[in-house]
Structure formats: structure tokens, C-alpha cells
């Protein structure tokens, strides 16, 4: 180590180059510290897939394989392609922070100086979320081991069925690189390795026909009209209780008529009865739409503008699209990027629409069992991410539950489980892959802790009639429309976390619930194999007494 320390003195005296130094920095590495940067970068992504299904780690795996073809004697690139991901991958998950995952990589390495070249290197490669692709490309240029490992990645990724979006985003990355450079391979990178890059950004003959662009649109269209129409339900079933709630204010306000204040009062006292009369229902119910028109008005009729507007876009890219592609037979239409454009401009739509707001949580429950079924419907796509997921969601929202987990954990007897003593022990099975099947069946004193944590926040949000998995999943599909948004917000707001915290906690306990009879069946097995194994025990020592 000395002698390493005095030759670093030796190189600063010399004005060595940088790429010299590491070239020198990349011969102190053994055979040992590449098994053990391998283990320490599988266990960074552990328990983590990719789109097509394979474990995560088959990647970072394959971008060092790529780097050792174009850059066999680059020590440094090949670790750091192991790693290249794990600072961004694995806090959160099999980490707690980038801290603890970056003292895993010094371990891993026998020299520190070579070390801290490496964590260098995937620092440098680690993207912030939401910045600018482009520039992030551009600043590596210069730096050698890790433009070396940045291009490796891009190979992979463009080898392994890449998007048209991922493929326009890599073709303008390279474009950006050669107008930096003046059109000259980058500095430290292999012509053969630059090539190969130019090659798969190619593009390939078109992959989409009229009749799928407009199956996109058509699909796009339906969905739009899909949460138009039941964003309207929202608000009438929003207006319908403000109008049997509030019928004198909103006759002082000019909101209603004598007549519609009438029909309410009438409905009030007809609904407390239990009773049954169409012709004051049809009445108060054409007051409710009459209402929630009014609610909207001029926004509701821009929002159908707009939607009309998106469709005539989508419709005109389309034909533009296909024109190019018969002109030159060789243009990609990005088919992802269509659906998303609808989509923004549906959400543009939608914000415009009239909102109730804080106001819509004093009747969110009765909303949300009048709607039912309908809610429920936009309720499933949260549900699909949080059983994507698995228990690992928990780690998101762990500060609003943990100390409900641990309580209860606390009090379980070990009978019914492994020994999971808290959340931090739950969250590290997660981690390796638990189910929420295998957790019920195999650990459940943990799940039903974390059951009745979720269902101890859910009521604590204190949402008026929302306290069963039922009301809190067609809860959370009204949380979908365009008026449900400034719901949630406020409830956010009155909860005190944030809307993406609440909507997930709210989700859990749903998703959760349909586990519990599993969890209860399996606890009282286990409590009946411990109350046995206790008998027998009594038995057997009671003999040996004799």
C-alpha cells in the first residue's frame, strides 16, 4: 500500500495523464475482486426483472461482457459495468441508501485507490431521474471508462427489442456525441465498438400499418370518452348528496330553484322512509344533472374541444407518417409516443373540468358506494402496480406505518410465524421475493400487522364512509378522474403525506384484503400444530416424571 501511495505522489509530481493514472489503477485489481464485485452487483438487483421477465442482473452482466470484447485490458470499465445500475437501482430495495450500497462496492475491491476509481466511474453513470438524456450523454465525453461503459449499455439495450422511443433516444444520443466531437470517434472508444453502436440505431422498415394506427386511435378515443363519462358520474353522484345535504344553502346561493329545493327536501325525507316514488326521483335526479352541468359548464365543452383536437392530431401525424414512409420505406412511427400524446392531451382535458375539491371528501364514501363497480374499473390499474410490485410497496410508505407494524408484532406469538419481530424484517423478505401469497401463508402474524396498519391509516384519513376494502377501492377509482384528482390532493393534504403516499397505503389495504382468510386459515393451523407440539411435550415429560 506504501508503495502504491508513494507511486500516486510519483504520478502527481510527473503530471501524469488521467487516463494513464487509471490505466495504471485498472492492473491492481485481482481475480478475487472481480467474484466479488459480481456477488456484490447480483445483490444490488435481487428480486429486481427486466420488461422481458429475465432477472435484472442478466443486464449489467451482459454490458460487462461487451465491455471486455471492445475493451479486454479496461479493468475499471469492466467493474463498473457490473455496477453501473446499483446506485440507482438499489436504494430503497436491497440497500437503504446510496451511502451503504457504495461501502458494499469499497469492500468488494482489495485497493482503495482502484475503489474509489470505480464508484467514480458509476457515479458518473448514474442518470437523475427527469434530467436531460442528452446533456448527461454529452458531459461523459472525456471520461473514458465511463463513456466506454455508457456505449456497452446502449448496445445492450438496443440488442434486447428496444422500444422506437428508446431507439430515437440512443440515435440522438449518438448524434449529440459526433457534433461535439466534430463527427471523430470519441476519444478511448473502438471503431469497432462505434460502429456496431451506428448499426443497430439504424432504421429499420416501418412497424406499423394504417389499420393499427387506427386501432390506437380508436382505442385512445374510448378510453378518453371512458373517464369523460365517468367523470361526469363522479359529479353528479357528488351533486346528488350536496343537493339532499345542503338544499337551503344552495337555494340562497342561486344554485337551485324553489322547485329543485322542493324535489330535494321531498327526496330527503322520501329516501329516510324508505320509500318509493318514480315520478319525484325523476324529478330530483334531472335537478342533480342539471347541476353537474352546470358544475362543468364552459370547461366540460373546452375538454370535448381539446379531445376532439387530439384526435384530429393523432389522425394527421398518422397520414403524415405513413406518406414519409412510402416515400422513403424506411421510417419507424413511434407507437408509444402516439398513445402518450393522446393521453396528455385527454389529461389536458380533464384538468379542465370543474372539480369539487376538498368539498367532494364530505360525501367521498356515500360516492363511492352509489358508484360501485364503475369506480371499481379505474380502481384496477393501481391494483395491477401494487401486485407488480409485491410487499416491497411497503418500503414507500414504511414512515406512515411502521411503528402500527411493529406494535402488533410485538404481541403476536411466535406460533404464528418464522420470527419476522418488524417492518425493517418484513421489508429484507420482500427484498429476496416474497409473495403477498407466500406472506399470508407463511408468515401470518407479519401480514395480518401490516393488514391492520394499512386499515388503521385508511380510517385515520378520517374519509367519511370510506372503512372497508370495498369503499376504499371504488374510493380510490374516483381518485382517478379528472374531479377525483383535487379530491385526493386535499385528502393528501388533510392526511398529511402526499397524494402518490395515500393512494398506495389506500391500495395495500385493498389488495391486501383479499389475502386475509388466507392469513387467518394459515395462522390457525400454525396455532394448532403449536398447541399439539405443547401437548405432546406435557406428555412426554410427565412419562419421564413417572
Not at 466506454?148 to 449518438?174: C, E, F, G, T, W
Not at 422498415?205 to 387506427?214: A, C, E, G
Not at 380510517?459 to 376494502?469: C, D, Y
Amino acid at each position: 500500500m506504501l508503495q502504491l501511495l508513494s507511486m500516486l505522489k510519483s504520478f502527481e509530481k510527473m503530471k501524469i495523464s488521467k487516463n494513464k493514472l487509471r490505466g495504471f489503477i485498472s492492473e491492481r485489481f485481482s481475480s478475487e475482486d472481480f467474484k466479488d464485485v459480481y456477488a456484490t452487483a447480483r445483490m444490488a438487483h435481487t428480486g429486481q426483472k427486466r420488461r422481458s421477465g429475465e432477472d435484472y442482473f442478466s443486464h449489467p452482466s451482459e454490458v460487462r461482457n461487451i465491455v471486455a470484447r471492445f475493451y479486454p485490458k479496461d479493468r475499471v470499465s469492466q467493474l463498473a459495468a457490473l455496477l453501473h445500475d446499483s446506485l440507482e437501482d438499489a436504494p430503497g430495495l436491497t440497500v437503504d441508501s446510496v451511502e451503504e450500497m457504495e461501502e458494499y462496492i469499497r469492500g468488494s475491491i482489495s485497493d482503495p485507490h482502484s475503489a474509489q476509481e470505480v464508484i467514480r466511474v458509476v457515479r458518473a453513470l448514474t442518470h437523475e431521474k427527469g434530467g436531460d438524456y442528452l446533456s448527461y450523454v454529452t458531459r461523459l465525453i472525456g471520461d473514458v471508462p465511463t463513456l466506454r461503459v455508457k456505449l456497452a449499455d446502449m448496445v445492450h439495450n438496443l440488442s434486447s427489442s428496444p422500444s422506437p422511443k428508446q431507439k430515437n433516444k440512443y440515435r440522438s444520443a449518438i448524434q449529440s456525441i459526433s457534433s461535439q466531437t466534430g463527427g471523430q470517434i470519441p476519444d478511448g472508444i473502438s471503431s469497432n465498438h462505434w460502429k456496431h453502436l451506428h448499426t443497430l440505431t439504424e432504421s429499420k422498415k416501418m412497424k406499423i400499418t394504417k389499420k393499427q394506427l387506427k386501432r390506437i386511435i380508436k382505442e385512445e378515443a374510448v378510453s378518453l370518452h371512458e373517464m369523460n363519462s365517468f367523470n361526469q358520474e363522479v359529479r353528479e353522484a357528488y351533486c346528488e348528496h350536496i343537493l339532499l345535504n345542503y338544499p337551503n344553502l344552495l337555494l340562497a346561493e342561486g344554485y337551485i330553484s324553489k322547485e329543485a329545493y322542493t324535489r330535494a327536501y321531498k327526496m330527503r325525507m322520501l329516501n329516510e322512509a324508505n320509500g318509493i316514488n318514480k315520478k319525484l326521483e325523476e324529478g330530483f335526479f334531472d335537478d342533480v344533472k342539471a347541476m353537474a352541468k352546470k358544475a362543468g359548464g364552459a370547461a366540460m365543452a373546452k375538454g370535448k374541444e381539446l379531445g376532439g383536437k387530439a384526435l384530429e392530431k393523432g389522425k394527421e401525424a398518422g397520414k403524415a407518417g405513413l406518406a414519409k414512409a412510402k416515400e422513403i420505406g424506411d421510417t419507424e412511427i413511434d407507437v408509444k409516443g402516439a398513445r402518450k400524446e393522446m393521453g396528455r392531451v385527454g389529461a389536458e382535458a380533464g384538468e379542465l373540468a370543474a372539480g369539487a375539491g376538498e368539498a367532494m371528501l364530505n360525501f367521498i364514501g356515500p360516492m363511492a358506494k352509489k358508484l360501485g363497480d364503475k369506480a371499481n374499473k379505474f380502481a384496477q390499474k393501481k391494483l395491477k402496480q401494487i401486485d407488480k410490485q409485491g410487499p416491497k410497496a411497503l418500503a414507500a410508505v414504511s414512515k406512515h406505518i411502521e411503528s402500527g407494524v411493529n406494535s402488533a408484532l410485538s404481541k403476536a406469538k411466535g406460533a404464528t410465524g418464522s420470527g419476522i419481530k418488524g417492518l425493517a424484517d418484513l421489508l429484507v423478505k420482500a427484498k429476496e421475493g416474497l409473495t403477498y401469497e407466500q406472506l399470508a401463508k407463511k408468515e401470518p402474524a407479519a401480514f395480518m400487522a401490516t393488514y391492520k396498519a394499512l386499515e388503521s391509516k385508511v380510517i385515520g384519513m378520517k374519509l367519511k364512509g370510506v372503512s372497508t376494502p370495498q369503499t376504499a377501492e371504488s374510493t380510490l377509482g374516483i381518485f382517478q378522474s379528472p374531479d377525483g384528482q383535487k379530491a385526493l390532493a386535499a385528502a393528501a393534504k388533510k392526511s398529511g403525506m402526499s397524494a402518490a403516499e395515500l393512494e398506495t397505503i389506500m391500495g395495500m389495504y385493498v389488495f391486501q384484503s383479499r389475502y386475509v382468510p388466507m392469513a387467518t386459515k394459515a395462522a390457525a393451523s400454525m396455532s394448532e400444530s403449536f398447541k399439539l407440539e405443547k401437548r405432546i411435550i406435557a406428555k412426554v415429560k410427565r412419562k419421564i416424571n413417572k
